[in-house]
Every structure is written in C-alpha cells, then in structure tokens.
C-alpha cells in the first residue's frame, strides 16, 4: 500500500473501539522505524486516531519523514499539507527539508506562503531562507530576506547574522560581507570564522591576517584557515611556524600542512609532516590520505604508497571512490600498472576519474593498446580522457595518430580544453623555459582560472625561471579576470622593484581594467594620467566600459570625448557617448554629438539579429 492509499484508507475508516496509539506510543514506534512499509503503518494509525491534528505528534510525524531516506520530499509535503493547526517549528522543518533534499528553489516560495497564512518567523526561519539564497548564489532574495530580519527585529541575533554574513560572501562579494560584520552588535567565534573564511576564500592574506590578529581567541578553524591560505600563497614557512605555534590541533590542522607542502611541490616535507601525525596518533581520514597518495605519486614512492593504501584497508576507507582514484594514480604513475590494473577491476565502484587515471596510466607505460582498448569501452569520453590519449600519443612520436585522435574529438563535438591539453605537454617536458611558462600561465588566466595561473606563477619563481613582460601580462590578466586588486598592485609594482622590468602600455592597460572592474574609477583614471607613455584605445575603452557599468557618465563624458579624439570615426565611441549624455539628460550634447557624426560622414553600424 502507497502513502496515498494509506491515507485515504485511514480517512475513510470510522474505527469501533479507540485506537490505542499517543504521544508516548508514537515515540516508541518512531524510533523503531527503519522503512516505509512500517511508516505508512504509523502514519494511519495517527490519521485514524485524529493525532494528526496535535501539534506536537505532527510535528514528530513530519521531522521524522523530512529526516528518512525512505520517505520521499513529496509524501512530506503531503504530509505537511495534512496538519491544519501547524507553528513556526512546522513550518521550518519543511522548509529546511527543501534545503537539505537539494530543492532549495522551494524554500522562498513556501516562505510566502507561510506568511500569507499568517505565521511568524523566528530566528531560525531565516538562516534557512539565507542559506537557499546561497546555494543559488542569489544576492537579490538574500538582500530581501536582509531587509525582513531587520523589520521583523531578527537583526541582532547572532546566529541569523553569521548565516547572512555568509550569504553575502559567496553571493555578493566579501565588502558586503564585512559590512554585515562590523553592524553586528554581538560577535562570536563562528562570527569571527565566517569573515575569516570569507576572506580565506578570496585569497586576500592581508585582510584575512588583520582578522585574525584581531580575535580575542584564536580557536583551532581559525588556525586551519589561515594555514590553507598562506600554504595556498606559497607562503609555507608562515604556514609552519603558525602550526607550530597551536597549543592545540586537530586532524584539518595536519592535513592542512600537508596540503600546503603538496601543493608548493615540497613533497619530501609533505611527507616527513605525515610521519609526525601518524607517530602522533592523530586519526586519519580520505583527504589526508588523498593528498599524501598524490605526494608518493611525484616522488616516485610506490613502497610508501603502498603503506599508505595499506593503511587505507586498515582503517576501512579504502572502498572510498576517491581514495581508489588516489591510489590507481599512484601506482599509474609510479610504473606499477598491474597493481593499479588489479584496483581498477576489483573496484565495484568506478567513476570518471577512475577511467581517465587508468588510460593516462597504460600510456605512461607504453601499454599504448590497453589504453586505447579502455579507451573505446569506457562509458562517457570528457575532455580528459581525449587529452590523455592525444598527449599520450604525441609523447611517444606518434604524431599520426595524435593528429587522427584530434580530428576525431573534434567530429565528437568535444570542444578541445586548452588548458588542460597545455598542462599535460608541459608536465612532460624536461627542461622548461620562460616561453613554456608563460604559454601556461596565459592559458589559465585567458580560460578564466586566474587562481591557477597565479599558482604557476609562483612554482615558476620557486624553480627559478626569470620572468619577462609577457609573463607579467598573463600575472596581471588572472588578477583582472579575479578583481583582485591588492594582488595585481603587488605584482605590477614588482616588475620594476623586484623584476628591473619596465611596464609597457599592455600592463597599464591590464591594472586600468582591473581597477575599472571593480569601481575605483578615480583610480584608474590618476593611472591613466600617471603613464609614462601614450594610453592607447584599449586603455580607453577599458575605463569607458567601467564608467558605462558603475554609471560614472561625468568621467564617461570625458573618457568619451578623449575616444573621439583618438578616433573620429568609429561609430561605436560616438554611440557611446551619445548614450552617456543621454542617461544624463544632456540632450543638447546628444544632438552636437549626431551632428558631427553626420560631419565626419560617421554612421552607426546597424545592429543584426542572430537569426
């Protein structure tokens, strides 16, 4: 019998004698449940004993569905639907269930309807609202949801200040996030982490130091925050000393640490820092173990790493998809393919990477058939498993065959990832000049992965590479893509003071996008004045387009006229400006402005649909 049957059937039965279910009864019964045959049971027996209109009983009735796999988000609602004198703490069980089921697109639209019906939310409603705005990155219903704890007289509660304070740092951006902050009229510690994290987040080490250095109790998530960060700066000594000086830490504190030396290639200190935790006695878990396999897999350590899988059978995650993944990586690429072959097929449960790590693997090894054999069979091809073959092919001469793998992605309709493709070639090569350095980092940064240009940027410093302009162009073009200003100041200054490099008009034009981007208009146009060369169009343009989208139109006006100057016939600058004045209401200038285009015999391009 359905859920639906269940209740209809319940409805409809007038029973002879009471039923004997109460509150005491229903709790016994709940704690024994363990599928949905038994629920559907409990479940009309408090529909047919009328408990389902005590408040209490159907707030059990509901928090247990929300909270069992085996009932389905809709047979909740359903179940929700079904209790007419509901509360707040009904009300924010069914919305937080929408939030936990991956549903949180529901959670807004119920929270109308809850105040429709004339229910009032407390201070837990709201962190749950918060919280679907942040998983749908939606800064607007945030903001609303903003403006409802503060008329509903919710903004002084800590916990629904933390929540928003979140909010704003994944939506909205981490100034919006501060100033929630610093309103606060009480502060707690996961106040103080949530900023910090924030900030963490972003990569801004000066920002995140201040905070730190600012709290009156540095717990251990504050700690291990700023490990992650100054080990993702490449600043791992910080990251030591900071490790060392916790009077206390924990399992994220290590893994923390290890993580900072991987990532900064300094995997013997990876290493020799897991010795110490494990002699510690601290418990180890799947990241730790990830990141140490991956350390084993560059130095080569295929006896260390088998202590580590064994290590991964002794405690009982090693079915763990990841860990298998770490593990068929390691012996891949350390040359023991049979051992990764044997994990491979005894895996019951295989994804992607499970596939790609094996074909990157039989190429490694020249076992060029095998992967090309694995290859064919595996269930979905993404733009890594076509990398791995098409480099492994070219590493081993077979130019024909990376060429014919080539065109057939591209009948596939796979678009080529070129960062990945360059990754890979790069990895392989053995000695690695500027220009090679250099291909990578403008490859990341032009692709949008700014973070990982900036990461190449420091390995190339560590592996003492000496940096040209063109370096500093991709630097300072992840910085632009990211809107990290402090960052792209550092290394625009550091060309001449660190580098005896002289930016040319291509870095002033990057650091007046940059500054343009996010809002420093003055900034960009005292930079632009500051140069000491001729600002090309591009420069130009960048600051017109920050003027347009800030909606500077004074500094528009004249950014535009300037574009005019420089080029009296471009049809797109006179629209520009024109548009400008008009947003103004200078439509005297919006006239002088068509009059010379007709002057200059200056026509405006007519625009063209895509059909």
């Known amino acids: 019998m359905n859920w639906t049957s269940a209740v209809k059937s319940a409805l409809n039965h007038k029973p002879a004698l009471k039923p004997s279910i109460n509150l005491s009864i229903l709790e016994t019964l709940l704690s024994k449940c363990r599928d949905l045959k038994h629920f559907n049971q409990i479940l009309s027996q408090v529909i047919t004993a009328s408990l389902i209109r005590d408040t209490y009983a159907a707030s059990r009735i509901l928090e247990f569905a929300t909270g069992a796999s085996f009932v389905t988000l809709d047979s909740s609602r359903k179940i929700f639907n079904q209790i007419k004198d509901s509360n707040g703490f009904i009300w924010n069980t069914m919305m937080k269930a929408y939030l936990l089921r991956n549903s949180s697109k529901n959670v807004m639209g119920l929270y109308k309807t809850m105040l429709s019906c004339t229910i009032s939310p407390d201070n837990y409603t709201y962190p749950i609202l918060l919280q679907g705005c942040t998983l749908r990155f939606s800064a607007i219903e945030g903001r609303q949801i903003h403006d409802h704890v503060f008329k509903m007289g919710f903004d002084c509660d800590v916990y629904v200040r933390n929540t928003m304070v979140n909010m704003y740092a994944v939506c909205d951006g981490v100034s919006s996030a501060r100033h929630v902050f610093d309103e606060s009229p009480v502060l707690d510690s996961v106040s103080w982490n949530t900023i910090l994290a924030a900030y963490v987040q972003r990569g801004d080490l000066v920002e995140a130091n201040e905070i730190y250095n600012l709290m009156a109790e540095k717990n251990v998530i504050a700690s291990n925050s700023m490990i992650v960060l100054l080990g993702k700066l490449g600043h791992v000594t910080e990251a030591r000393d900071l490790f060392d000086a916790m009077p206390e830490r924990d ?361």
């Not at 049979?338 to 449960?349: M, P, V």
Request: net charge negative.
């Open 251 to 611: 399992m994220v504190s290590w893994s923390a640490l290890i993580s900072s030396y991987e990532q900064n290639e300094l995997y013997t200190e990876a290493l020799a820092v897991f010795k110490e935790m494990v002699a510690n006695g601290t418990v180890i878990d799947e990241v730790v173990l990830v990141s140490v396999l991956s350390v084993c897999a560059h130095l080569n350590e295929v006896d260390g790493g088998r202590l580590v899988h064994g290590l991964a059978v002794k405690t009982g995650i090693d079915s763990y998809v990841n860990l298998q993944n770490a593990c068929i990586h390691m012996y891949a690429r350390c040359g023991d393919i049979i051992a990764a072959e044997i994990l491979f097929n005894t895996s019951y449960k295989l994804d992607q990477v499970s596939w790609n790590s094996m074909i990157s693997g039989y190429m490694k090894c020249g076992l060029l058939d095998r992967a090309r054999s694995l290859f064919d069979i595996i269930p979905e091809k993404d733009v890594v498993s076509w990398s791995s073959m098409i480099s492994g092919y070219a590493q081993h001469n077979l130019f024909l065959e990376t060429l014919a793998m080539f065109e057939e992605m591209q009948q596939e309709d796979v678009r080529p990832d070129e960062t990945t493709l360059v990754s890979v070639v790069f990895h392989d090569m053995e000695e690695k000049g500027v220009s090679a350095w250099n291909a990578v980092i403008d490859g990341f940064a032009v692709n949008g992965l700014g973070e990982r240009a900036i990461e190449m940027f420091s390995k190339m410093k560590r592996c003492g590479v000496i940096a040209n302009e063109i370096t500093f162009i991709g630097v300072l073009g992840a910085c632009r893509h990211m809107g990290l200003v402090d960052e792209g100041q550092h290394y625009f200054y550091s060309m001449v003071k660190e580098h005896k490099l002289e930016p040319n008009v291509k870095h002033y034009g990057c650091m007046v996008d940059l500054l343009g981007r996010v809002g420093l208009l003055k900034e960009a146009e005292e930079l632009i004045f500051n140069m000491p060369m001729e600002p090309d169009i591009t420069t130009w343009s960048a600051l017109l387009s920050a003027c347009t989208k800030h909606g500077d139109r004074e500094m528009g006006k004249r950014v535009g006229r300037r574009l005019i100057e420089l080029q009296p016939n471009n049809d797109a600058f006179h629209v520009n400006l024109s548009n400008i004045c008009a947003w103004k209401g200078d439509w005297d200038d919006v006239l002088e402005i068509r009059r010379q285009m007709m002057q200059h015999g200056v026509a405006k391009t007519p625009g063209r649909s895509s059909i």
